[in-house]
């Protein structure tokens, strides 16, 4: 069986830029539709990267280059400051460039590459090529050979519209960058009509069905010249969104054009249509379209019965779910209409389809029909080309008869679950669940162990640790140390063996500050935080002192904070993972986890170099934690110097919050403030000595943090889980610095207060 070329995966291998061949040059483009979308096979490139795709050819999308986030990451479509890079299109006999790209939608492109990866020949479907680029040409498409030729604008011409024997050529309008003609409907009145590839069907607008009394589209001829369209398809009924000063008929679909040439001349304002082959009216379509008006769960199933194998039995049957579910119809009724699903899908994806609509049920609060579809798509699972389909359903069984208090038949979905799927967080989190409802909480234990590495469990894994660890007879308190034991060995990691060895040579007094800047749901932070942590394991905190900023994007979370976005302008970091040393030099922050030895040998040279330079400086530190308050005082001595300011941050060793990406405990979190505003305190010594007493509960901090999420959140910044947010004072470090009116960080210092009740 071929394996579906993931699409991280794919974007890895890419290919040297190549050289743009001439935009004015005519290509010859193979075409296909598959499943009811045109796409074409070709590549994509920036200065950076190129790569193989599949891309859907929309003439009627207002778009130029839509493309999925991680396809534009992977030819780094923008710079890290977010200015565009050029994207070249690489098609047969041309290279389309387009200064920019737009985002595309995401789970469209995943969900036709995951259901229809053989027709593509496994090639990820990763974006659009809309009207924007389709215009600037004249374009013929001829999808019964298979190309979309693409040739130069044609020059104006009082010649270029002539008739050609056998075509029919008709005037066309452009608005908004769709190409529309003018039809006749049997009653002679006109309308206009726009040729789109983004359907298959060919549209007629409901306003139009209605007002001639036929809902199921069934509106008689409908002709250009003397070419009637109603002989080679059913109409579609559907809302047209569009608008045109003569009055929208509908839009011209793939349907339609499989047994057309199309020509546009956009210059001299034509289309020139050519029947291309024979077409046998498609009386299955038009039943469905009855059926469908009819809005009625019978004459659905009616169809499905009658027309099992038809194109458009697929869409029947999901509809039928439907259909059942707002007529309140009992088990038996919904798990027919279920069984149609199933039966009208292709034998490889039926637990695949069937997987997808547990999940639908599920999020419209259908439990026993979740439970009804679970069970047809074990039936097909060893079949179906995704292996762990089958292993999933049996995972959202287990989750739905858990919540159902059916815990034995729960309990056995979901060890056939872990059988297939062992590092599974959900399937984890829902065992140690039933294990702790069941009072075995040493395997309960165990299994929240093994949820909370994974992002989308890691959160309730931790509640649960957290509640079971009392009940454990002679267990430890529950701590992050605690679950950094735990979960040893089952997280990436990173630590280095050889130890930084001070000499009179590579240290002067200096104490440098590095810093990260990070955010826990970016997929490429975690090559950064292990590079980080092997800074950290290989000096000592008196020679090198570390903090940890968490910036929103792409995704806010709890470790966010006020002092992270100020410390970000500051510093001027413009890109969400990247380190700075001594608050100047910007080091690597983005990685893969492969490429952590890279993040760190890049950080150890220029932090040796920083070591090496004397401070006119000294700090001391005198700190503790008394119940939740934290206070001290900073000591500087050194001498005066205008713009230059103290400021001392808490910050915690190690704060658990499981994200995206893959990052478990996040290292030296910076959290607040303990000396005057953001920017610290003026530097103001008397005879060359300085004294700050700092005193704030950790309560104060949280409180502060929580609020300023919320105005964030209010303001349209995202919106943020809560957990993580309460400071553990075993975890709380604090970090003291000096920076110049430059930014440079001129000495710094890091201690572990004292703590007592």
């Not at 899908?345 to 026993?368: N, S």
């Amino acid at each position: 069986m071929r394996t579906l070329l993931a699409l991280p995966l794919l974007l890895a291998l890419c290919l040297p830029g190549l050289a743009a061949a001439d935009e004015g040059a005519e290509a010859v483009v193979p075409v296909k539709v598959v499943a009811g979308k045109l796409v074409v096979s070709c590549d994509l490139s920036t200065r950076f990267r190129r790569v193989p795709v599949t891309l859907f050819v929309e003439l009627d999308a207002p778009c130029g280059l839509r493309l999925h986030n991680r396809a534009a990451m992977g030819i780094r479509a923008e710079n890290r400051d977010g200015t565009p890079n050029a994207i070249t299109i690489h098609l047969p006999d041309l290279d389309i460039t387009v200064p920019t790209r737009e985002h595309g939608p995401e789970k469209v492109y995943e969900d036709f590459t995951k259901f229809h990866a053989p027709e593509i020949g496994e090639v990820a479907l990763v974006g659009t090529i809309g009207a924007e680029v389709l215009k600037k040409y004249h374009l013929t498409l001829d999808l019964h050979g298979g190309i979309l030729r693409l040739a130069p604008p044609k020059a104006r011409s009082e010649d270029a519209a002539e008739e050609v024997a056998g075509s029919v050529t008709t005037p066309v309008t452009l608005t908004n960058d769709l190409v529309w003609f003018t039809v006749q409907f049997a009653d002679g009145k006109p309308g206009a009509m726009a040729v789109a590839t983004s359907t298959f069907d060919t549209i007629v607008d409901t306003d139009v069905c209605e007002a001639r009394g036929k809902p199921a589209g069934d509106i008689g001829t409908l002709t250009v010249g003397d070419l009637d369209l109603s002989k080679y398809v059913a109409f579609r009924p559907e809302e047209v969104v569009r608008i045109h000063k003569d009055g929208v008929a509908g839009t011209l679909g793939l349907n339609a054009l499989q047994h057309l040439r199309v020509e546009i001349d956009r210059v001299n304002r034509f289309v020139r249509i050519t029947k291309t082959r024979d077409a046998a009216f498609p009386v299955a379509d038009l039943a469905f379209f009855r059926a469908r008006a009819e809005d009625d769960g019978d004459a659905m199933q009616a169809f499905l019965a009658e027309h099992p194998k038809a194109r458009l039995s697929r869409e029947a049957s999901h509809l039928l779910v439907n259909l059942r579910l707002d007529e309140g119809a009992d088990k038996e009724t919904v798990g027919q209409a279920l069984t149609w699903v199933n039966d009208a899908e292709l034998e490889d994806l039926r637990a695949t389809t069937m997987l997808e609509l547990m999940k639908k049920l599920a999020e419209a609060g259908h439990a026993e029909h979740v439970v009804t579809a679970g069970e047809i798509g074990i039936e097909s699972g060893r079949k179906d080309r995704y292996p762990d389909a089958v292993h999933k359903i049996h995972g959202k069984l287990g989750e739905v008869l858990l919540e159902a208090r059916k815990n034995r038949e729960a309990w056995r979905h979901l060890l056939s679950a872990a059988f297939g799927l062992p590092e599974d967080g959900m399937i984890n989190l829902n065992l140690g669940r039933f294990y702790e409802r069941s009072g075995r909480l040493r395997r309960a234990y165990s299994r929240y162990v093994q949820a909370v590495i994974q992002p989308e469990s890691g959160p309730q894994a931790l509640a649960g640790l957290e509640r079971l660890q009392s009940k454990m007879p002679g267990g430890e308190r529950y701590s992050v140390d605690l679950v950094e034991r735990l979960i040893g060995g089952k997280v990436l990691s990173f630590g280095t063996a050889n130890k930084f060895k001070p000499t009179e040579k590579n240290t002067a007094n200096r104490v440098v500050l590095l810093e990260f800047f990070t955010n826990a749901h970016l997929e490429a932070a975690i090559g950064g935080a292990l590079g980080n942590e092997g800074i950290l394991s290989h000096f000592p905190r008196k020679h090198v002192a570390a903090l940890s900023y968490h910036l929103p994007a792409p995704q806010l979370e709890p470790l966010v904070n006020e002092l992270a976005l100020h410390t970000a302008q500051r510093r001027g970091v413009d890109r969400p993972v990247v380190h700075v040393i001594d608050g100047m030099d910007k080091g690597p922050g983005a990685a893969r986890s492969d490429q952590k030895e890279l993040v760190y040998n890049r950080l150890r040279g220029p932090l040796l170099e920083a070591l090496k330079k004397p401070s006119r400086w000294s700090l001391e530190l005198d700190a503790k934690v008394t119940g939740d308050v934290v206070s001290g005082v900073l000591r500087m001595k050194g001498p005066a110097r205008e713009g230059l300011k103290l400021q001392v941050v808490c910050a915690e060793r190690g704060v658990l919050f499981p994200g995206k990406s893959k990052v478990v405990i996040h290292r030296m979190v910076a959290r607040g403030v303990l000396t005057g505003g953001l920017d610290g305190v003026a530097w103001k010594p008397v005879d060359g000595v300085m004294e700050i007493p700092f005193e704030r509960s950790l309560a104060d901090i949280t409180k502060a943090n929580l609020a300023w999420l919320a105005d964030f959140e209010a303001r349209g910044g995202g919106t943020v889980q809560k957990m993580a947010a309460r400071i553990d004072p075993e975890q709380v470090t604090l970090v003291a610095f000096a920076r110049g009116a430059t930014g440079q960080i001129v000495q710094a210092i890091q201690l572990d207060p004292q703590v007592g009740k």
